[in-house]
Structures are given as C-alpha cells and as structure tokens.
C-alpha cells in the first residue's frame, strides 16, 4: 500500500527572496519540488537550490544526532550526555576564566530560521558574554552602521521600491545570481524586465554580471572605488542645486557638514580612484536626479570592501539628497506583520566597547568577525577559550580560514549547532544537529522586514520531525534549562518555536492576524506597496535625520589619503552562482553537476602577460598566503580585475565529512582575504578589491595534468 500524497506550500528558506514552494509528499518522501504559481509574492518562480531542499532533507551525510569527537573519530551520542557535557564545559570555563572567555557566532542560515532569531541570543544572554559575533560583519555591517547613525535604527534600511520606481541604480549587487539581498525580491528576472520598460536600469559593477546583462547600462567600477564615485555624486547635487528634501526638509540636520565633507570629492577627483569616467558620473547622477522616481541600491560589493560605511553612507545621501527617500518609487521602509526588528531594543548601539585585542568597536551588542581569530589566539585577560559556532562555517566564510583553523584547534572547548562536519565544525568537540528544515515551522522575521512589498507568511513543518531529533529551539532551551540549573541562574523564559510569531502577528499592527489566520493564506499573504512613513517615525522618536554622523565624517580623511591606483595592479572581486549558497550547496549532486564555476575569471589581456591559458592551474597569492585555483578567460572583466567564488575547496581540508563537495575541484577564497583588513567605521570584513599576484603554478604541460578535473 502507496501512503497517500500531499502538498504542502512553504517559502524558501535558503536565500532572501523567500519563492513559494509547492512540495508533494508521500509518506515520509518528498516527491517533487515546484513553484508555487499561487504565491501572489514569487508569482511562481524559483531557482534549483528550491528544488534541493529534498537533498538536504535526504543527504546520507546531515548529522541526525549529536556526535562527539574522539582520538578515533566521530561517536554518536545520546542528547543526555551532549548538552551535559556542553554546559558543563562552558561553565567550567566561564568559571575559570569569565564570561567573555566563552564567544559565540552566528552565521547566515541563522537570519532564515525564526527560532535562531530568538533563541540563541536568549542563551548568548544567560551566558553573560560579551563576546558575540555574526555574519552581518561580513557582509551588512556598513548598512546597519549607517541606518543607525543615520535614521537611528540599524533596521530602518530603506527598500528599493522595485515595483513603481522609474529608475534604479544597482551598484555591487548582482540579483540576477544572489536573487537579491537587503531586498527580498521573489522573480527579480521579471520585475527588472518591467522596470526596464517602464524606466531605467543602470548597473555599477568591475564585472558584466548576469545583472549588468539584463540591464539598461552597464558601468565598470574600480573595485574599492565606490565611496569615491558615490561621494563625488554628492557632490554634483550639492553644486549643481540639485538637493531636494521634500517632506524630509524640516527633518533633517548636518546638511552643511556634508557638503563641506565632499568639497573636495569632485568626479574628475573621483575619476582616477574609481575608473569611471568623470563625464559618466556626471550622467548618472544628473539622470538619476531629473527621474520622476528613482532609487540607488548598494549590496555586498558596496559593504565588504575597504570603504563599506562610506558607499552606503553615500547611498543613502543619494537618495535622500534627490528626494527619494521615504517615497514610492524611491526607498522605503517597510511595515512588517510581525515586528521583532523595528522595535526600539533592536535599535542597535555603536562603539560601547571595543575589541580587546585590535580595539575594533561594537555594533549592536556583536563585534566584527575579523577580530575573532586573534581573540582566541592572543593570551591574557579575557582570552576566548571556548566557541559555540551556530549556523555557520566561518572558515570557510570569513578572511583568513587558515588562521580561523588554527584559532579553533586551540580552543579549550568547541560545540556547533549544524548538520554538517564541514571546514569550522570538524574542530568542535560535540556538534548538536537540528531536525531537518522541513521537519520544522518557518516565519520569517528579517526578510520580510527587508521585502519590496509588505507581505507576511507562516508555514507549517512538511514533515513531523522524528521522535528523536530536536529543532533549533530545542536544542536552546534545553541548553539554557540545564546552564540556569548548574549555575544557579533563574529559570529564563523558555519560549516554543511559534510562541513569538504567533504574539507579534496578534499584537501587530494588521488587525486579526495570528498564525491560525496565517495557516488559511498557505501562500502568503499580500499586505499592500511599501508606503512612506520615515518622517513619522523620526518624529515618534523626537530625533533627527543625522544625515552627517561624525563616525562617518571622521572616516573621509582616510578616504582621501587612499593612493592612487598602481598601473599594472590586479584586485580580487568575488562572485555568486544561482546554483551555490556560500559554503553549504556543494553537496548536492544536482545544483554541482554539469558546468563549474569555481575557476578565477581574468581578462584574456592578463591572463597572456602572464603567459597562462584556459585551464592552467594558477597560484593566487597575497600577504598572507597562496591558493592553487584554475583560470578561466573572461571578456566580462576589465584588465586589473580578478574574480573568484567563495565557498568551495571543501576537499582540500581533512575530516570535512562532506560526500560530494569532498570531490569537486576549487580553492577556498578566504584562505587569501586579510583578516587585518576591514572597513573603517564598521570593522566590516573586505572580500573584495584587494591586490593578488597570480602566476602560472606549473609548467604549462605540467599544469593541464595538475589542474582538479573539471566538468565542463
Ligand atoms: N570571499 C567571500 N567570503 C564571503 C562572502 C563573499 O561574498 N566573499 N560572503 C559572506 C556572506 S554575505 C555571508 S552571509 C557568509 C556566510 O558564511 P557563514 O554564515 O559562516 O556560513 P555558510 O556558508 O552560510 O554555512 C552555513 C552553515 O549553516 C548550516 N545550516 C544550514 N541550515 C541550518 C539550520 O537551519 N540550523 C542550523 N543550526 N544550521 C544550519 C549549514 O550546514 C552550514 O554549515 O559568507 C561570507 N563570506
Ligand atoms: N546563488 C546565491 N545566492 C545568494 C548567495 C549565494 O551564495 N549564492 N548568498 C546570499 C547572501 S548570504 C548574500 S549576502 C547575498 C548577496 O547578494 P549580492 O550583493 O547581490 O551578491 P553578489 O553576487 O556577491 O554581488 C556583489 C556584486 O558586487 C560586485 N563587486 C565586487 N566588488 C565590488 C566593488 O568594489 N564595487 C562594486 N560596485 N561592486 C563590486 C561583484 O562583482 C558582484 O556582482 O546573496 C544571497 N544569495
Ligand atoms: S531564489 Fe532563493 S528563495 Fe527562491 S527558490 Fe532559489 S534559493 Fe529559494
Ligand atoms: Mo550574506
């Protein structure tokens, strides 16, 4: 006898643009995996990694229950004596050697789970340390910074309003690979494509990206040389009587500090730090300025780089400046159903403390993940001696993974809450695997509150977990429970995977909603166009628009002091693919067969000077150390420009219990990115625009022997 067959509707939850799923299930089988045409947000699109959630789900090698490291491998343990031995070791530390000894990070699944929104920090807290980190330090720090200085809320981050605008600008994102980021925008393919007909899309990008193809026009930019571009559009606003504020007039103060701060930003100034032409600057801003609506846009490329919080300060200025800000078609805030993030605690705070060893500043209670190795390998007081890494793989994610290695194989103690033995986690002493992310709820608090539209959803697990196997949450409330106990701590509010949903949806601000409600609208529901409401909520909160903040001002001068490009320099950008997601896809057969995209792409002109051909096996070197990946000739960059993925090079590192990833060729990026390196204001992480040198790494004949078998 067939079990019978069900469908399930459920957002996405591997990347922000949430699609709708429609998933058939017999029994406990996933039968197919398709978009969900009902889904009034995604409209029926997806891409394959939505198809893949089945190979999670069924991958051989996602943990299914704790293990413990032993001399001679890895040991199945029962729940009982994992989270024993976990808060018995953290709190021997924490005894010994205080609460700040005992450092945490979270990492980017993290921001697509609501419970790992909620619980960890809750757990973090109990703690007491100090010693937070997450991925938002390598990639969203410099956004966040500059909101909060700003507009005084590290989540007001105004939204492009993709939908009606007549303009857009898109500088270091690439939508059409990553489906967008800061911008939950389901089916960016056909929103761009209306736009287009409706106005204009411009992309600002050192590569012709999948973006820059489907785009209007297409510009290439020095990599790093944003601020400068950026702030040089400032100032052709400012000279040329273009400001316009609008509503925003009375609200806003430091106007005359900015104008003062960008005097000597001028486009031909600007010309030869960012390679666009001064002529260029000028159109785009002036276009920009004369649309009926228009919106600049600022992602990844814009904020992990050495001027992360300058670009996205002078974003933001752009569209304030023009008007733009806090009106349709220009960038808005949302009005989120469930409203964790908007609140006054989630607020952020700046520059508290600092780090211990590099005095790097917190941001919002967390501090930047460049400064983590040096934490745990510098002796002294207030040394890291234990990690707790959740949803993450920093070795792989954040600069120097080989210093990160070596930092983890020296800590006193390490537990990961992951399903998978990868780079990081292989160091831990006891992993802690959730349940499958079908076997569990899912609201999303982030990317809602960062989506094109306001909508809101709420989707039932497709799967009953097994007996055995625990959810995120679980996994936190039975550490805290048994933390308090041990240390004689009150007892914290243990809160359910949907408890806090569930009171936010009833005590938001859309009458009626609740999870019941929600469970009637399995595609989601549609809470109407994004609509002004900055003005108000800067006068709610008696403060201005700072559109000066001195933290930023006091960044300029290391920006003007930045020298002039090297002729014959060659800088290092990254790069996403629709079929990867960070370090974690590489599993699975489906989204890794057929053509690769590990190879370092080079303009063919750099690629003959150094007499290397398609195919050969390159050394790719920096400060810090070399990485053996394959070249690939590309038309789609410029001379001096290098790119390359991040996430890969799995095989390379012992223990990495990954099946397939184990076997595919490709180095890890960030065994050459400087940890030393980050954004001024932000201590962001720089994973782009930093100099290589890159050599052939064998003889030619040798080469083509030595390169890892590609597929393509
Ligand atoms: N060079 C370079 N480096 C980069 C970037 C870049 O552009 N260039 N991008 C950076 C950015 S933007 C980011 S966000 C980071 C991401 O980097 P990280 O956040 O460090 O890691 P990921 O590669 O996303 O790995 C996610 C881990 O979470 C686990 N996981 C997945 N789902 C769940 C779950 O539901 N629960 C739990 N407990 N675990 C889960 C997976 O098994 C995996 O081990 O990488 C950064 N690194
Ligand atoms: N398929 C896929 N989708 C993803 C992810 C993934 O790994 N794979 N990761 C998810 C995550 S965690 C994030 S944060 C988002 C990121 O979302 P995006 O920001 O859209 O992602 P990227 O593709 O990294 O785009 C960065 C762009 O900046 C360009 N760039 C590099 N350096 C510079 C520079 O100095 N100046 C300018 N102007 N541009 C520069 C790069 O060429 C690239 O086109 O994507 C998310 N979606
Ligand atoms: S675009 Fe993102 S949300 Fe949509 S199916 Fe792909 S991974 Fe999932
Ligand atoms: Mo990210």
Same mark, same amino acid.
């Given at each position: 006898?067939t079990?019978?067959r069900?469908?399930?509707? #459920?957002a ?10 429609r998933?058939e299930t017999?029994?406990?089988? @996933? ?5 969900d045409?009902?889904?009034?947000f995604s409209? +029926?699109?997806i891409?394959? =990694? ?15 229950? /704790? ?5 001679? +491998?890895?040991e199945?343990?029962s729940w009982d004596?994992?989270f024993?031995?976990?808060v $018995?070791r953290?709190?021997?530390?924490r005894?010994?050697h205080?609460a ?6 979270l990492?980017n699944?993290s921001a697509h ?5 909620t619980h ?5 807290g ?11 330090s ?5 956004t966040?910074?500059v909101c909060?200085?700003m507009?005084?809320h ?9 939908d009606?605008t007549?303009?857009m ?7 059409m ?7 939950t ?5 056909g929103?761009?494509?209306?736009l287009?007909?409706r ?5 600002i ?8 193809k489907i785009?209007?026009?297409?510009h ?12 040089a559009m ?6 040329d009587?273009l @400001?316009?504020?609008?509503h925003?007039?009375s ?7 900015v ?9 031909v100034?600007a010309?030869?730090?960012c #390679?666009?032409?001064?002529e260029?600057?000028?159109k785009?801003i002036h276009e920009f300025? %004369? ?9 990844l490329?814009?904020?992990a780089?050495?001027?992360?919080s300058l670009?996205?300060?002078?974003v ?6 023009t +008007?733009?800000?806090?009106?349709e078609g220009?960038a808005l805030?949302?009005h989120?159903?469930?409203d964790l993030?908007?609140?006054?605690r989630? %607020?952020?705070?700046y520059?508290?403390r600092?780090t211990?060893v590099?005095g790097? /500043?917190e941001f919002?209670d967390?501090?930047?993940?460049v400064?983590?190795?040096e ?5 002294g007081?207030g040394q ?5 890494s ?6 792989? +994610?954040?600069?120097?993974?080989r ?6 194989a020296?800590?006193?103690f390490? @537990?990961s809450?992951d ?10 002493h006891?992993? *802690?695997?959730?349940?499958s992310p079908l076997?569990?709820s899912?609201y999303?608090y ?7 539209r306001n ?6 697990p497709?799967?009953d977990?097994?007996a $055995?196997?625990? &959810?995120?949450?679980?996994i936190?409330n039975?550490?805290?429970e ?28 859309y009458p009626? *909603?609740?999870?019941?409600k929600l469970?009637?609208h399995p595609h989601?529901l549609?809470?109407g166009p ?5 003005g ?7 403060? =201005?628009?700072e559109?000066a903040?001195q933290a930023l001002?006091d960044?300029i ?5 930045q020298?002039?490009p $090297?002729?014959?320099?060659? *800088?290092l950008?990254?790069?996403? &693919?629709?079929r990867s997601?960070n ?12 053509k690769?995209?590990h ?8 690629m ?5 051909s398609?195919?050969m096996?390159?050394e ?9 990946? @394959?070249?690939?000739?590309s ?10 993925p &991040?996430g890969?090079?799995q095989?390379?590192?012992?223990g990495?219990?990954?099946d397939?990833a184990n ?9 050459i990115?400087?940890?030393r390196r ?19 790494? %064998?003889h030619?004949?040798?080469?083509a022997?030595?390169a890892p078998?590609?597929?393509?």
């Amino acid at each position: 006898m067939t079990a019978a067959r069900t469908v399930h509707f #459920r957002a996405c939850h591997i990347c922000e643009a949430l699609c709708g799923l429609r998933i058939e299930t017999e029994g406990q089988r @996933v039968v197919s995996i398709r978009p969900d045409d009902e889904d009034p947000f995604s409209r +029926g699109h997806i891409c394959p =990694k939505g198809v893949a959630i089945q190979d999670i789900h069924e991958d051989p090698d996602r943990l299914r229950a /704790p293990v413990k490291r032993t001399a001679s +491998g890895w040991e199945t343990i029962s729940w009982d004596e994992a989270f024993d031995t976990v808060v $018995e070791r953290l709190a021997e530390i924490r005894e010994r050697h205080g609460a700040d000894a005992v450092a945490s990070y979270l990492g980017n699944p993290s921001a697509h789970s609501g419970a790992l929104m909620t619980h960890p920090a809750q757990f973090f807290g109990l703690l007491g340390t100090r010693s937070q980190y997450t991925s938002a330090s390598v990639d969203t720090l410099p956004t966040q910074l500059v909101c909060h200085l700003m507009y005084g809320h590290q989540f007001y981050t105004p939204i492009p309003d993709i939908d009606r605008t007549q303009h857009m600008v898109i500088i270091g994102g690439n939508p059409m690979a990553s489906n967008g980021s800061m911008m939950t925008v389901p089916d960016f393919p056909g929103r761009a494509k209306a736009l287009s007909r409706r106005g204009k899309l411009v992309v600002i990008d050192p590569r012709r990206t999948e973006t820059a193809k489907i785009a209007d026009e297409h510009h290439f930019i020095r990599p790093g040389g944003d601020a400068w571009l950026l702030l040089a559009m400032v100032h052709v606003l400012f000279r040329d009587g273009l @400001v316009r504020l609008n509503h925003l007039e009375s609200r806003v103060s430091g106007l005359e500090a900015v104008r003062e701060a960008v005097r000597d930003i001028s486009p031909v100034a600007a010309a030869a730090r960012c #390679r666009v032409p001064a002529e260029t600057i000028e159109k785009i801003i002036h276009e920009f300025a %004369a649309s009926p609506s228009a919106v600049m846009y600022g992602r990844l490329g814009t904020c992990a780089q050495d001027f992360g919080s300058l670009a996205q300060w002078a974003v933001q200025l752009i569209n304030l400046l023009t +008007g733009n800000l806090d009106r349709e078609g220009g960038a808005l805030l949302t009005h989120p159903a469930a409203d964790l993030l908007h609140t006054e605690r989630a %607020a952020g705070s700046y520059a508290k403390r600092h780090t211990r060893v590099r005095g790097l /500043p917190e941001f919002a209670d967390t501090l930047p993940v460049v400064a983590l190795a040096e934490e745990i390998l510098t002796p002294g007081e207030g040394q890291v001696r234990a990690f707790i890494s959740v949803a993450s793989n920093l070795v792989a +994610g954040s600069p120097d993974g080989r210093q990160l290695d070596r930092a983890f194989a020296e800590l006193d103690f390490m @537990v990961s809450i992951d399903f998978y033995i990868n780079e990081t986690t292989r160091h831990a002493h006891i992993i *802690l695997p959730p349940a499958s992310p079908l076997e569990r709820s899912h609201y999303d608090y982030l990317f809602l509150i960062w989506a094109v539209r306001n909508t809101t959803r709420y989707n039932a697990p497709v799967f009953d977990k097994p007996a $055995e196997a625990r &959810h995120d949450w679980e996994i936190f409330n039975a550490l805290m429970e048994r933390y308090a106990r041990r240390m004689n701590l009150r007892m914290p509010r243990l809160l359910g995977g949907d408890d806090l949903p569930d009171l936010l949806l009833r005590n938001g601000a859309y009458p009626g *909603l609740s999870i019941a409600k929600l469970l009637e609208h399995p595609h989601g529901l549609d809470l109407g166009p994004l609509r002004p409401s900055l003005g108000e909520r800067l006068d709610r909160a008696r403060r =201005k628009l700072e559109a000066a903040p001195q933290a930023l001002l006091d960044d300029i001068p290391r920006l003007l002091q930045q020298p002039l490009p $090297e002729p014959d320099e060659l *800088l290092l950008i990254g790069r996403r &693919h629709v079929r990867s997601n960070n370090s974690w896809m590489n599993n699975y057969h489906r989204l890794t067969k057929g053509k690769s995209n590990h190879q370092l792409l080079m303009n063919p002109q750099d690629m003959a000077a150094r007499s290397m051909s398609d195919g050969m096996l390159a050394e790719v070197r920096t400060d810090i150390g070399g990485i053996r990946v @394959v070249v690939k000739a590309s038309d789609d960059l410029t001379p001096g420009v290098a790119c390359l993925p &991040h996430g890969w090079g799995q095989g390379q590192r012992d223990g990495v219990r990954l099946d397939r990833a184990n076997t595919l060729p490709g180095a890890s990026f960030n065994d050459i990115s400087d940890a030393r390196r980050c954004d001024g204001p932000s201590g962001n992480a720089v994973l782009n625009g930093f100099p290589i040198s890159v050599s052939p790494a %064998a003889h030619p004949a040798e080469s083509a022997a030595l390169a890892p078998a590609s597929a393509d």
